[in-house]
C-alpha cells in the first residue's frame, strides 16, 4: 500500500500509525513508515506520517522515531484528537528538541479537528504553533464526540457539517494556513458524491480533501482548481479594471455587472493559485 501511494497522484500522502494500526502493531508500524519514506521515490508529493493523539502513550515514541529515522524524508507530521492549542504546543516541543538531529529540523504540523473541544477552541488552535500548516475536518471522530445519531443522516435536513466546515475554513484563513476538508462518507465506488462534495468544500473555501482511493484523486484535483471560465473571467476582471484605472474611472460594468476592488481581489486569488497549481505540476496543461 506504501507503495501505491508513492506511486500514486496526490498532492499529499501521509501514512498512518493511528487508527489503522493496533495497538500491539504500533511499533513494527513505525519502523515500516520510516524505511517506506526513506527507500521509496515519492517525487514532488508531500510526505506526512498521522501520529497517535497528544492524550495517547504512543505520541513520544512515534514523532521521535519517524522524525530521526526518516529525516529528510518527512514534510509533515497530522495529529488527531488535538482537543486545545496546549495540545499543538505539546507537539512543538517534540519536535523542537529533535530540531538538532540531522535532517530532522523544519517539519510542519497538520491537526485533525475532530474533538468537540477543538471546535469551540479552533482559531487558538490555528495559531498555536507558526509550524502549523492545516487544519483539517475529521467528522468521524468529530460525530462520535458530538453525539451524532450517523444512522439517521440521511433523514438530515441539509448538511450536517455546514457549520463546523464553515468554523474551520474561517479560522484556518484567518491564521493564514489552509483548510482541509476530511474524507467522504459515501461508497468508495460513489464517485460523483465524493466529487460534489469537494465542490461544496470548494466553494466555502477549502483548499483539498482527503482521498481514501485513487478513484477520488482526479475528481479532488478537478473540484478544487480554477476552471478555464473562471480563469478567463478573472483575466477580463483584472484587464477591464486596469483599463478604468488608467482613465481614471473607479467601479465599472463588465457583462452588466458591477465589477470593484473586490473583485480584483477575488481574481487575483484565482490565478495566483491556479500558478501555484502549474507551479507543482498538478495540471494537466502545466
Known sequence: MIQKAAAGAADLVFLDL???VAPPAKAAARATVAS???ELDWGRKT????VNGPESEWIVDDITHVATEAAGALDVIIVPKVKSPEHVVFVEEILAELDGYPGAGGI???VLIEEVEALL???QIAKASGRLEALILGSGDLAASQ???TSMLARFAGDPWQYHRTRIVLAARAAGVEAIDGPYWGAIADVEGYREECLQAS???FSGKWAIHPSQIAPAN???SPSPEELAHARRVLDACREAEAEGRGAIALDGVMVDAVDVRLAEALLERERALVERGARADG
Not at 510526505?47 to 498521522?50: D, H, T
Open 18 to 20: 493511528e487508527d489503522s
Open 36 to 38: 517506506g519514506l526513506k
Open 47 to 50: 510526505r506526512a506520517v498521522r
Open 108 to 110: 510542519g504540523l497538520e
Open 121 to 123: 477552541a479552533v482559531e
Open 147 to 149: 453525539g451524532v445519531r
Open 203 to 205: 466553494i466555502l473555501g
Open 222 to 224: 478537478e473540484s478544487f
